[in-house]
């Protein structure tokens, strides 16, 4: 679209970082279109019409400096990000609208594709039982990862949610050898470049693309950083790649969602979230997608505010997921990382149809054990082991065993821990699990099965 022909309006009202423009009548943009002021670097989003000359939009920057009167110009489409195929984003960082903000050069292509899309046809929605295997024993065995599935890290903070999700990013890329697209929205800025250095430090970053829009942006900014992400995802698997996505954190998501609609003067529901609660989380939901071409494997950390699971937020991200793994305070409390609650975790893929019946038989006796050992914890925390009858007192040995065979030192956490990472495949999980299972380390040292790999 020319510059004679686009459309051009002037500010009305400024209140905080919603904008109200006028246009001629009749004449409005479309909605989502990216407004820009003259003379401003300020880009706005129209998101409603409030008659038939004005809208309103959410500034995607600050709106400090802007007068009424100020003009705008339609750009004519919406947030744009650029064609993977025809941009080496691999080993960058880019915002919201797909520029780098690594310090590196720009990039030379100036071709974008809007990031509104529809989910693909459930006529071309492929999903194959593969489990991925990711190295990581406790996952494995409990929540093993459909390929083109999508996965949950559920916790409060300081629980250890980002490392996993740098390790599941580590892992997967030697294994897979796919792109991993990795969307930062609401997190902070120390966190992205603890992570960036992470990734370089471990040579993944070359098959990374970060997308970031951090703490400190605007509400319209950190909303739409998912949208991003998982277009980029799309394009990439449409062109044949397997990709992995990864979002921290779905909860800022919609918070911001949250903060977007409280600043457009829509009516909340109960507990204070958007009425639309349902419809942000299921239109980024169910673009997450694998087809016939490629596949989209998805791990999103969800930060639990308060450790609080009824929440309406948490809730609302139940229903998309194929495997839950839920990060405990308490197991943070005994040193079992990764911090994996055992028995709140599970996976769709956790049948005998899928990962075979030796996996789930196994699976199901670790399961039993912990149970068992936690139905005894109490009488063992007044009265001692000792007291216990001689097959309680075996259930709670082999336990015990279980849970500390099921930690490993992460590579994400050697400069934490100054232990060396561990890739564990998962026959030697279920190997060694067999072997506790048996009686056959019934007398070892605890510390012998600790943050050990294989056995």
Known sequence: MSNSKRIVGKVIEVSGPIVEVEFEENRLPSLYSILKIKDSDLLLEIEEYSSPSRCKCLALGLTEGIQRGAICEDTGKPISVPLPDKTELKGRIINVFGDPIDNRKAFKTKEKVSIFASPPPLAEQEVKPTILETGIKVIDLISPIIKGGRVGLFGGA?????????????????????????????????????????????????????????????????????????????????????????????????????????????????????????????????????????????????????????????????????????????????????????????????????VGKRHYKIASEVKKYLQEYKDLAHIISILGIEELSLKDRIVAKRAERLRRFLTQPLFSAESFSNEKGVYVPLEKTLEGCEKIIRGEFDKADLNDLYMKGEI
């Open 158 to 354: 300081g629980v250890g949610k980002t490392i996993l999700l740098t390790e599941l990013i580590h892992n997967t890329a030697f294994k897979e050898k796919g792109v991993s697209v990795f969307a930062g929205v609401g997190e902070r800025t120390r966190e992205a470049q603890e992570l960036y250095s992470e990734l370089k430090r471990n040579k993944v970053l070359k098959n990374t693309i970060l997308v970031l829009g951090e703490m400190g942006e605007s509400p319209g900014v950190r909303f739409r950083t998912a949208f991003s992400a998982v277009r980029i995802a799309e394009l990439l698997r449409e062109k044949g790649k397997n990709v992995m996505l990864f979002i921290d954190n779905i909860y800022r998501f919609l918070m911001a969602g949250m903060e977007r609609a409280s600043m457009l003067g829509q009516m909340p529901s109960e507990v204070g979230y958007q009425a639309t609660l349902s419809t942000d989380i299921g239109e980024l939901e169910d673009r997450i997608a694998s087809t016939s071409k490629g596949s989209i494997t998805s791990v999103q950390a969800v930060y639990v505010p308060a450790d609080d699971f009824t929440d309406p937020a948490i809730v609302a991200t139940f229903p998309y997921l194929d495997s839950i793994i839920v990060l405990s305070r308490q197991e943070v409390a005994k040193g079992n990382y990764p911090a994996v609650d055992i028995l709140a975790s599970s996976s769709d893929a956790l049948d005998p149809s899928i």
